[in-house]
T-cell receptor, first 114, second 110 residues
């Protein structure tokens, strides 16, 4: 049971490039989330999804896009990378919105935009 | 966005000592969570609190949901080296969006 798998683990992008951060979970969780973590800061919610075909903005959605075509996958897209998007990105999933049911984080993707 | 303040920002303690940290919010929450993050890893849920005044334990960890619903506290008793890490609080009203604190970095000196 892999849990929440994020790829890649590290990436360096040039300003203006685009990329997709992949996130997959094999726990049949309905809820999936994308967070970013800046140095010395807590996690900020970018986007979340309560099920396939449904996505919603979090606290800091600007500059990002998501899709949820399957229950398992929740990719995060950066269209025009900017230095302000340098961060560590965490994907998470849960069976429902209640953390008692399990709120599992991936190990993160460290992105640097230069 | 919501502002959650954690204190202290960092702690250096001797092995065996007890640890206390807290988290305050500018808004009322109906759920408080405490997470621990090891270097290079994602956060791991330690304790979830759902009711004002609730006191919940997980081994040597005890967390409390503040009566005002704007704060929460985490205590670690008899600290050990593996307690090292960053501890985050998180609060929510909806269950869908959790707002995270800035973290308390804990160093345990053997």
């Amino acid at each position: 049971n892999a849990g929440v798998t994020q790829t890649p683990k590290f990436r360096i992008l040039k300003i203006g490039q685009s990329m997709t951060l992949q996130c997959a979970q094999d726990m049949n969780h309905n809820y999936m989330y994308w967070y970013r973590q800046d140095p010395g800061m807590g996690l900020k919610l970018i986007y979340y999804s309560v099920g396939a075909g449904i996505t919603d903005k979090g606290e800091v959605p600007n500059g990002y896009n998501v899709s949820r075509s399957t229950t398992e996958d929740f990719p995060l897209r950066l269209e025009l990378a900017a230095p302000s998007q340098t961060s560590v990105y965490f994907c998470a999933s849960s069976y429902s919105g209640q953390p008692l049911h399990g709120y599992t984080f991936g190990s993160g993707t460290r992105l640097t935009v230069v | 966005g919501q502002q959650l303040n954690q204190s202290p920002q960092s702690m250096f303690i001797q092995e065996g000592e007890d640890v206390s940290m807290n988290c305050t919010s500018s808004s009322i929450f109906n759920t408080w969570l405490w997470y621990k993050q090891d270097p290079g890893e994602g956060p791991v849920l330690l304790i979830a609190l759902y009711k004002a005044g609730e006191l919940t334990s997980n081994g040597r960890l005890t967390a409390q949901f503040g009566i005002t619903r704007k704060d929460s506290f985490l205590n670690i008793s008899a600290s050990i080296p593996s307690d090292v890490g960053i501890y985050f609080c998180a609060g929510s009203n909806t269950g869908n969006q959790f707002y995270f604190g800035t973290g308390t970095s804990l160093t345990v000196i053997p």
